[in-house]
């Protein structure tokens, strides 16, 4: 989503992150096998693995993912797994869009609400509405509204396909209901209407003659628009897809159109009881960011990246930030993505870190609280490690996961005939497996990691001379503890497996560290963390080995086929490597078609007309175009970045494509007839080249701003006690307001303090700009403006 400001474009982006942490007393009707989605509007986007014969289940799952489309409601759905019907849906929290900064950062309980088909919405309706004047055979003037309905777009797939829907407009009064109905569209989300229905607003047997150019205030005061969307049910009930209303009094003489968002019905719900159906436990942060061009932004980067240059760290815009955020995740991870972007972040990592070591009195505490330079160096590893993570632990999950041997020695959790001796072998066989790839990973580990392990080493060294095994753990607690059993304990989060597996909580992971305690390992352990600190160089033989970037279930149409139909489209299962693009009959099987990274031409949406399905892109090689359709609009948005990123250097991109489908002869979207002509719409913008890092700078420092713009009040607090510090050097009067921070140099944090809040300023102008440009360019009760586009 982009807009323009001054002829440069401003992007809005959107993400959202969390955890579905756990329910609570479910309808007691039954013991249930229970699961949880997460769906913008109707469209489901992620969900949790099944959680068996519970009414209070556990789910701890965490998300993330940006989100690529405009949306009103963010709902979580619970279910009850069913074996053979249709999986019955329990309750719901939804959440509009616009409550969503009040839950940011922080957990809350959510009661379930009930679920019926009158509050299920999504999607927009464009419609032009005008008042005309009538002159009427017998002389008077009569008022006639004219509706024009144009069209709809992202309305919901109903039982998983694209609905048949239809409108139904009527004008509303106390005395009058008429109603009026287009034509039902098929299979299709995004109908085009263009339909024009007449209403007599005011009658000819109303007016006086003192009256009769003027609409009766009493009467049109009373009188509204509605239009309902429905899906035509054939042979079964027609299903509600949501309703506007609009008072014909905001029209006055005037004419206008605009999109309005589709709302759920005002009586759904208000029959139904919502105390009984359980509650959720939650953790949201949803962020929007409006992200200016780049050199608005040239300041405040700056700013941040001198940060590690600062003396002491403490008065630099990083650490400041860190300081003022109530929640230093927040800062942590826009922070250390820009750092990492512009190559600055080890010595930033170094700075932090001996800061924290004069704090340290023990040696066997070193870099074990949640400190700025712990949680720098733990996002650090999520954003770097994440291939090193799959090529040393992906196989032996995946072999602990599927070969389904039993592990449990739990005395209380195991079942009658269970062998505990040949439970206790199988656990530590996989233990030991585990603990072998680790170990023997040393060479690939990534260089940025071994950079920033080689710095702790040595600082944790330098404090404490006098303890000989300090170097290593200052490693251990981050490479072990911070990295390597997060991976094992939820693989899910590093995707190395799909859902949590519920086998390697307590049990796994007690007999894991065992391991590294016994006196035969010791060796092994030290040598690896000698290895993964070094700054000597390693040979690259991960190098020539493809990286794997992405998997996944999606459907692809057939190739070479001229008949369209359903039939045409099948499952398999994807893969993408920094060396080809595969697809599978099923998982672990030989591919049958691949497409070398090198021949893709083009990655780029296709548009839903082309086989009336959502969520579709295509993949341009030397052939015929690989048309895929992914799961949901999240699933299709990163796989075309994924693929974008790998192939961006190609020599041959194209320039053009062709944003529909060639079929029956001629290309649907110019009607060319030529198969191999020119593409008529141009290729969208470049990504960023690195396949195992997408940083966008720009927007993390934009993300910084927003930071330092919420908690403006503290930085000013914190520069007036900058200032009192360095004027009065006696007893402080007030010292509540700053001492939580670290102040160690009052003139140089008060310094950057004035640079950072000069900044914030001028950023403020420059959105603030924005937001008038944008605001007067919205169309009155268009879905920007909610005066009208959102009447329910």
């Known amino acids: 989503m982009a807009a323009e400001d001054g002829g440069d474009e401003v992007r809005v982006l959107q993400n959202l992150r969390g955890k579905i942490c756990e329910a609570k007393h479910l309808v007691p009707n039954k013991m249930r096998d229970v699961f949880c989605t997460i769906n913008l509007d109707q469209e489901e986007v992620f969900r949790t693995q099944v959680v068996e014969k519970s009414l209070s289940p556990y789910f701890g799952e965490e998300f993330y993912f940006e989100i690529p489309r405009t949306f009103q409601w963010l709902s979580f759905y619970i279910y009850d797994k069913s074996v053979l019907q249709k999986d019955l849906r329990i309750g719901k929290v939804s959440i509009k869009k616009e409550d969503l900064c009040n839950y940011t950062g922080k957990e809350n309980w959510f009661l379930l609400q009930p679920i019926d088909s009158n509050s299920e919405v999504q999607g927009k309706v464009h419609l032009e509405l005008k008042l005309n004047e009538l002159i009427t055979d017998n002389g008077s003037v009569c008022q006639q509204l004219v509706v024009h309905i144009k069209e709809c777009h992202g309305l919901p797939l109903i039982n998983g396909q694209n609905c048949d829907p239809y409108a139904t407009v009527s004008l509303v009064g106390p005395s009058r209901n008429d109603q009026k109905k287009t034509k039902v569209k098929k299979k299709t989300s995004n109908p085009q209407f263009n339909e024009t229905f007449y209403f007599e607003v005011t009658r000819s047997s109303s007016y006086t003659k003192k009256s009769q150019f003027q609409v009766e205030e009493e009467d049109i005061e009373k009188l509204e628009v509605r239009v309902d969307l429905w899906n035509n049910g054939n042979l079964v009930q027609d299903v509600f897809l949501g309703e506007i209303k609009v008072p014909v009094k905001v029209l006055r003489n005037d004419s206008f159109q605009a999109w309005y968002l589709l709302q759920p019905r005002e009586n759904g719900n208000k029959s139904s009881k919502?105390?009984?159906?359980?509650?959720?436990?939650?953790?949201?942060?949803?962020?929007?960011?409006?992200?200016?061009?780049?050199?608005?932004?040239?300041?405040?980067?700056?700013?941040?990246?001198?940060?590690?240059?600062?003396?002491?760290?403490?008065?630099?815009?990083?650490?400041?930030?860190?300081?003022?955020?109530?929640?230093?995740?927040?800062?942590?991870?826009?922070?250390?993505?820009?750092?990492?972007?512009?190559?600055?972040?080890?010595?930033?990592?170094?700075?932090?870190?001996?800061?924290?070591?004069?704090?340290?009195?023990?040696?066997?505490?070193?870099?074990?609280?949640?400190?700025?330079?712990?949680?720098?160096?733990?996002?650090?590893?999520?954003?770097?490690?994440?291939?090193?993570?799959?090529?040393?632990?992906?196989?032996?999950?995946?072999?602990?996961?599927?070969?389904?041997?039993?592990?449990?020695?739990?005395?209380?959790?195991?079942?009658?005939?269970?062998?505990?001796?040949?439970?206790?072998?199988?656990?530590?066989?996989?233990?030991?497996?585990?603990?072998?790839?680790?170990?023997?990973?040393?060479?690939?580990?990534?260089?940025?990691?071994?950079?920033?392990?080689?710095?702790?080493?040595?600082?944790?060294?330098?404090?404490?001379?006098?303890?000989?095994?300090?170097?290593?753990?200052?490693?251990?607690?981050?490479?072990?503890?911070?990295?390597?059993?997060?991976?094992?304990?939820?693989?899910?989060?590093?995707?190395?497996?799909?859902?949590?597996?519920?086998?390697?909580?307590?049990?796994?992971?007690?007999?894991?560290?065992?391991?590294?305690?016994?006196?035969?390992?010791?060796?092994?352990?030290?040598?690896?963390?000698?290895?993964?600190?070094?700054?000597?160089?390693?040979?690259?033989?991960?190098?020539?080995?493809?990286?794997?970037?992405?998997?996944?279930?999606?459907?692809?149409?057939?190739?070479?086929?001229?008949?369209?139909?359903?039939?045409?489209?099948?499952k398999r299962w994807f893969c993408l490597t920094s060396r080809e693009f595969t697809y599978h009959k099923q998982q672990d099987k030989e591919p049958i078609f691949t497409i070398p990274i090198k021949n893709i031409l083009a990655v780029e949406k296709l548009d839903e007309s082309s086989f009336n399905k959502k969520n579709m892109f295509q993949v341009l090689h030397?052939?015929?175009?690989?048309?895929?359709?992914?799961?949901?609009?999240?699933?299709?948005?990163?796989?075309?970045?994924?693929?974008?990123?790998?192939?961006?250097?190609?020599?041959?991109?194209?320039?053009?494509?062709?944003?529909?489908?060639?079929?029956?002869?001629?290309?649907?979207?110019?009607?060319?007839?030529?198969?191999?002509?020119?593409?008529?719409?141009?290729?969208?913008?470049?990504?960023?080249?690195?396949?195992?890092?997408?940083?966008?700078?720009?927007?993390?420092?934009?993300?910084?701003?927003?930071?330092?713009?919420?908690?403006?009040?503290?930085?000013?607090?914190?520069?007036?006690?900058?200032?009192?510090?360095?004027?009065?050097?006696?007893?402080?009067?007030?010292?509540?307001?700053?001492?939580?921070?670290?102040?160690?140099?009052?003139?140089?944090?008060?310094?950057?303090?004035?640079?950072?809040?000069?900044?914030?300023?001028?950023?403020?102008?420059?959105?603030?700009?924005?937001?008038?440009?944008?605001?007067?360019?919205?169309?009155?009760?268009?879905?920007?403006?909610?005066?009208?586009?959102?009447?329910?």
């Not at 990123?645 to 007839?673: D, E």
């Not at 990504?687 to 934009?702: C, F, N, S």
């Not at 000069?758 to 919205?778: G, T």
Request: aromatic share 10%; charged share 25%.
């Open 622 to 792: 030397g052939e015929k175009p690989l048309y895929i359709q992914a799961n949901n609009c999240v699933e299709a948005s990163e796989w075309i970045e994924a693929l974008c990123r790998v192939t961006r250097c190609n020599q041959k991109r194209l320039s053009f494509y062709h944003p529909s489908a060639f079929l029956n002869g001629n290309w649907l979207c110019c009607k060319a007839t030529v198969e191999n002509t020119v593409g008529c719409a141009r290729c969208t913008a470049d990504v960023p080249a690195d396949t195992q890092i997408e940083i966008d700078g720009d927007r993390e420092t934009e993300r910084i701003y927003s930071l330092f713009t919420i908690n403006i009040s503290k930085l000013q607090k914190l520069e007036e006690a900058c200032g009192s510090i360095a004027v009065y050097q006696g007893p402080q009067k007030e010292p509540d307001d700053y001492s939580n921070f670290t102040i160690e140099d009052s003139v140089a944090t008060f310094h950057t303090l004035k640079q950072i809040i000069d900044i914030v300023e001028k950023l403020n102008d420059s959105h603030e700009k924005y937001r008038k440009k944008r605001s007067s360019s919205a169309k009155y009760g268009s879905e920007e403006n909610p005066i009208v586009g959102k009447v329910s």
């Open 274 to 570: 919502t105390d009984d159906l359980g509650s959720l436990r939650l953790n949201i942060c949803y962020t929007e960011d409006c992200v200016l061009p780049s050199e608005y932004y040239a300041s405040l980067r700056n700013l941040l990246l001198k940060s590690s240059d600062v003396q002491p760290i403490s008065a630099s815009a990083a650490y400041i930030l860190s300081e003022v955020c109530r929640d230093k995740y927040d800062a942590v991870l826009p922070l250390v993505r820009l750092l990492l972007h512009h190559h600055k972040l080890v010595p930033f990592v170094t700075a932090v870190a001996e800061l924290d070591l004069k704090d340290t009195q023990e040696a066997n505490t070193v870099f074990r609280g949640n400190t700025l330079a712990t949680r720098c160096v733990d996002e650090m590893m999520k954003i770097v490690g994440r291939h090193y993570l799959k090529v040393t632990l992906k196989p032996v999950l995946d072999e602990i996961c599927e070969s389904l041997k039993p592990c449990e020695i739990d005395p209380i959790k195991l079942k009658e005939g269970d062998n505990v001796d040949i439970h206790m072998e199988n656990l530590r066989y996989y233990v030991d497996k585990v603990f072998r790839e680790i170990v023997r990973s040393s060479i690939s580990c990534p260089t940025l990691m071994c950079d920033v392990f080689y710095s702790l080493r040595h600082l944790a060294a330098k404090r404490f001379p006098n303890d000989p095994h300090v170097q290593y753990s200052a490693v251990s607690s981050f490479v072990f503890l911070r990295f390597f059993a997060v991976a094992v304990v939820s693989p899910h989060t590093f995707h190395l497996r799909p859902h949590h597996p519920s086998s390697f909580k307590e049990t796994f992971m007690c007999e894991f560290f065992k391991t590294f305690q016994e006196e035969k390992f010791t060796e092994s352990v030290k040598k690896f963390l000698d290895d993964v600190s070094s700054t000597e160089s390693k040979e690259p033989s991960g190098l020539s080995e493809p990286v794997h970037l992405k998997e996944g279930e999606m459907y692809k149409r057939a190739q070479g086929r001229t008949r369209i139909g359903k039939k045409n489209f099948k």
